[in-house]
């Protein structure tokens, strides 16, 4: 008895034959790139504007951090940090919490 395998009695089919008959392919998932911050643009030198803003409204804030100047002076982190040693040099502010990691002033006069 002779065996015959099923491969011989199917028609050999190339591959541009078969692709149409397989349907279309699934597209992949496009993930998003999640929420996209702005760069801020924060000055790295201190400008004569700038300086002078920054000694005429420092004695108007209650709260003086690296944080709060670099908001609302727009310079960068480094520099809002030598400010701060000038300003207190200067007697303009007053040191509250004096640590390593976070150092918090307050206004010199007129402050509770």
Sequence with gaps: MVRRSSHA????????????????KKQKK??????????????????????????????????????????????NGSLARQCLNDLEEKGLIKPVVSHSKMKIYTRAVGGS
Excluded: C, F, I
């Excluded at 009695?9 to 279309?24: Q, V, W």
């Excluded at 929420?35 to 920054?54: G, I, M, N, P, R």
């Design 9 to 24: 009695a199917r028609p050999a089919y190339s591959r541009s034959d078969n692709a149409p008959a397989a349907g279309a």
């Design 30 to 75: 496009k993930w998003s790139k999640g929420k996209v911050k702005d760069k801020a643009q924060h000055a790295v030198l201190l400008d004569k504007a700038t300086s002078e803003k920054l000694y005429k409204d420092v004695q108007s804030y209650r709260l003086v951090t690296v944080a709060v100047l670099v908001d609302r002076m727009k310079v």
